[in-house]
């Protein structure tokens, strides 16, 4: 049996036009005679999904902002209608969606349980057995009898949390909310759901978080403009999710050309061992990254420096004619320089290869991204470790070769090997 | 602000079906949320004199001094008549259905935005929001019954065993509040104009009901359309009937309206479940 069924479901929002004033709407419908119908854009929030989630999924929407994960768990949760098509759901929702609160800030966090539990279709007994352990898991003491105006904005997501953990929801619903909370909330968050699989409730669960995403689900559908793009394995979605950000930001990373005094870089591409351009490689293959540039007046002994930086840790490899006491001399006119690595232990995702020129110890092009490149590895679909997708492709960048050896893996044999993944047996 | 919501589609025992569809239009919920609807009413009434020092107090204030100042402006000055009775108890039996009209009103009208957070994260029959801000302002009514009772028994008037009919000329503002209440209620979601002119317009539905005059002074051949499209009248002449005179109410322009109050509240229901479905995306 299906817990949540989507059937051709669309919906649309009109385009951005604020707050309208009955004037608006009075002169629009005069106008309208001689506009076309349908000419104020639309923003298809969904288009056409159709989707069965049986009874005791855990089933995950990622997607970029916008995509319409959110829309999809407004309709689930009868917040707001489809345009076209129907959800039929089965069994009482729990939702927790986005964040901003239903919570009332003028009553205390007491009525608020109240007022919630009734909402929520709990008897004023039920509220009143379960009050203590709401307390106790929000973890606010006295606060209770304080307005929620006066409250942290911690201790609110925490209390509206507690109010839906203690529900036996048979759909529970997560909206990026709990991301913003600490540390360890997320934890209890992350375990209540976890606990509340377990006990074979439907979980739909909409995240950035694809390490959660990779842990808790079995299923992960990857939304793109309101449309289902895949639908599978999380591990796959994620890899192809992840794949396809990063062939983004490559692409995005156009060449242009970089002007110094005296210096026009024209050109920046990355090869291959044989010598091919290419915009990605595979775990541990060699890159050579050749850069054609020209000078306006001869120049003497330009010093180049090309290194490999992630985006976000910054700086994993640089290769220095400064301090391996190199320049090319001479130069005037058309020419180029070259440096190849020989082999990059790094795991997949996106790099950048960044670079100056020195002249006489000062800079004469500044430290800057000259391209970008992708390690790929579909390999690591057949890891074995937790979370393996989503950590090689957003971990510790690179890989050293390492063995763990501990009582009872002490043999050569029976020493546990890490190397690089990738393997183009 | 990091806060977060909880929502859940159905009180009752599970599995049950719910359909959200394009089409499917909402059946009556209510009764199977009605906890809800007073846990709402009692929230409302909490908030409104949480941080008043005098309270409720409020309530009996409004119409009182209303009362006063009408006494003294037009039954002293103006010398408007009063059907026999002191011009303020004459007042006060209008004044006590008319603060409860329009508090009622405006009060429904603001309901949505008031809580469009909750709209925005919760599910719950809508309707509910209006229709709490009715049951709210109804708290208010029983303390400025006793006041006007009151003030009936000080100059000199004697109780009657009509008094008890009471509730019949409070349903039918009650009727009318709340219908009118959802219509304003659910426009102003659009467009909030209707918070501007609705100020206007119960002044001007005040004058046009017989609240601080009698309903005598209406021309004869005028009355029973002037009663008929405006159930305040009706309410009003009934509460002056039963509690100033000691009389019957006017069993026929009870009945007339009541029938124009049943397609008042049919056109208001009808006005926000047809704008309901856009709530939660305009708020």
Same mark, same amino acid.
């Given at each position: ?12 929002y009109r385009g951005a036009e604020g707050y309208r004033s009955l004037r608006d709407d009075v002169a629009d419908r005069f106008r309208r ?7 104020r ?55 927790? @969606?986005?964040?901003?609160?239903g919570?009332h800030q003028e ?44 409250? +942290? ?78 639908? #599978? ?31 026009? @870089? ?8 044989? #010598?091919?351009?290419?915009?990605? @490689? ?24 090309? #290194? ?23 130069? +005037? #006119? ?16 996106? &790099? ?49 070769? &390492?063995?763990?050896? &501990? ?19 | ?39 709402f009413?009692?929230r409302h009434v909490?908030v409104r004199y949480k941080q008043a ?5 409020w309530s009996?204030l409004q119409p009182?001094f209303a009362?006063?100042l009408f ?23 209008g004044m006590?259905l008319w603060t409860f009209f329009a508090a009622s009103v405006s009060s429904s009208a603001e309901s949505l935005i008031r809580d469009a957070a909750m709209v925005r ?5 809508r309707t509910i929001l209006p229709l709490s801000a009715v049951g709210a302002a109804l708290?208010d ?32 503002v009650m009727l009318a509040a709340t219908s009118i209440g959802m219509i304003a209620a659910a426009l102003n979601v659009y467009y909030r104009d209707v918070r501007h002119a609705l100020p206007f317009v119960l002044q001007v539905l005040l004058f046009a009901s017989p609240v601080v ?16 499209f405006n159930p305040m009248a009706?309410a009003i ?24 109050l049943?397609?008042l509240v049919?056109a208001g229901v009808t006005v926000f479940k047809a704008l309901e479905k856009d709530f939660a995306d305009r708020l």
């Amino acid at each position: 049996m299906n817990s949540i069924e989507f059937d051709h479901v669309t919906k649309t929002y009109r385009g951005a036009e604020g707050y309208r004033s009955l004037r608006d709407d009075v002169a629009d419908r005069f106008r309208r005679r001689t506009r076309k119908p349908g000419s104020r854009s639309a923003i298809h929030a969904l288009n056409d999904v159709n989707l069965e989630v049986p009874v005791g999924q855990a089933l995950a929407l990622i997607g970029d902002n916008g995509a319409g994960k959110s829309t999809a768990l407004k309709i689930i949760s009868r917040i707001t209608y489809p345009t076209s098509g129907r959800v039929t759901v089965r069994g009482r929702v729990g939702a927790l @969606i986005e964040v901003g609160t239903g919570l009332h800030q003028e009553l205390t966090g007491r009525e608020n349980v109240n007022l919630y539990g009734r909402i929520l279709g709990f008897s004023g007994r039920d509220i009143r057995r379960r009050f203590d352990e709401i307390v106790d898991f929000a973890g606010i003491g006295a606060a209770i009898d304080q307005p929620v105006k006066q409250y +942290s904005s911690g201790m609110e997501l925490r209390l509206g949390f507690a109010i839906a953990a203690h529900l036996e929801p048979d759909i529970l619903i997560v909206d990026e909310a709990i991301s913003v909370g600490d540390a360890g909330f997320q934890y209890r968050c992350v375990e209540r759901m976890s606990k509340l699989v377990r006990e074979g409730r439907t979980l739909l669960f909409v995240t950035h978080n694809l390490a959660a995403v990779e842990a808790l689900c079995d299923r992960t559908i990857l939304l793109a403009s309101g449309e289902i793009k895949m639908d #599978g394995e999380p591990r796959r979605v994620i890899h192809e999710y992840l794949r396809k950000v990063h062939a983004d930001v490559t692409e995005r990373a156009g060449s242009q050309v970089i002007l110094g005094p005296g210096i026009e @870089i024209h050109e920046v591409t990355l090869h291959d061992s044989v #010598g091919r351009s290419v915009t990605s @490689i595979r775990p541990g293959d060699p890159l050579t990254v050749r850069i054609r540039f020209r000078t306006t007046a001869e120049l003497d002994s330009p010093q180049f420096s090309i #290194g490999i930086s992630d985006p976000t840790l910054g700086m994993l490899t640089m290769a220095s004619m400064l301090l391996d006491g190199e320049d090319l001399g001479r130069v +005037s #006119g058309d020419t180029w320089v070259e440096v190849s690595f020989d082999g990059l232990p790094f795991k997949p995702r996106a &790099y950048d290869v960044v670079g100056d020129v020195r002249q006489n110890f000062g800079r004469i092009v500044d430290l800057q991204r000259l391209a970008r490149f992708q390690v790929e590895d579909d390999a690591i679909l057949n890891g074995t470790g937790t979370n393996v997708v989503t950590r090689s492709m957003r971990g510790a960048p690179v890989h050293l070769p &390492y063995r763990w050896r &501990y009582p009872g893996r002490e043999s050569s044999e029976d020493v546990i090997v890490s190397e690089l993944i990738a393997s183009n047996e | 602000m990091s806060r977060l919501a909880v929502s859940r589609a159905r009180p009752q025992e599970a599995p049950q079906e719910t359909v959200n569809g394009a089409e499917s239009g909402r059946v009556f919920e209510l009764w199977r949320y009605r906890e809800v609807l007073f846990a709402f009413i009692v929230r409302h009434v909490k908030v409104r004199y949480k941080q008043a020092a005098i309270g409720i107090g409020w309530s009996v204030l409004q119409p009182l001094f209303a009362s006063l100042l009408f006494a003294l402006f037009l039954g002293r000055f103006a010398h408007i008549g009063s059907e026999g009775v002191p011009y303020f108890v004459f007042a006060l039996a209008g004044m006590v259905l008319w603060t409860f009209f329009a508090a009622s009103v405006s009060s429904s009208a603001e309901s949505l935005i008031r809580d469009a957070a909750m709209v925005r994260k919760v599910y719950f029959p809508r309707t509910i929001l209006p229709l709490s801000a009715v049951g709210a302002a109804l708290v208010d009514v029983p303390a400025a019954l006793l006041v006007l009772f009151g003030s009936v028994l000080i100059t000199g008037g004697r109780p009657s065993i009509y008094w008890l009919l009471v509730p019949l000329p409070l349903l039918l503002v009650m009727l009318a509040a709340t219908s009118i209440g959802m219509i304003a209620a659910a426009l102003n979601v659009y467009y909030r104009d209707v918070r501007h002119a609705l100020p206007f317009v119960l002044q001007v539905l005040l004058f046009a009901s017989p609240v601080v005059y009698s309903l005598d002074v209406v021309p004869g051949r005028w009355r029973g359309l002037y009663e008929a499209f405006n159930p305040m009248a009706a309410a009003i002449e009934d509460m002056r009937r039963l509690v100033l005179h000691g009389t019957q109410p006017d069993w026929l322009s009870n009945l007339v309206a009541l029938g124009w109050l049943a397609i008042l509240v049919v056109a208001g229901v009808t006005v926000f479940k047809a704008l309901e479905k856009d709530f939660a995306d305009r708020l």
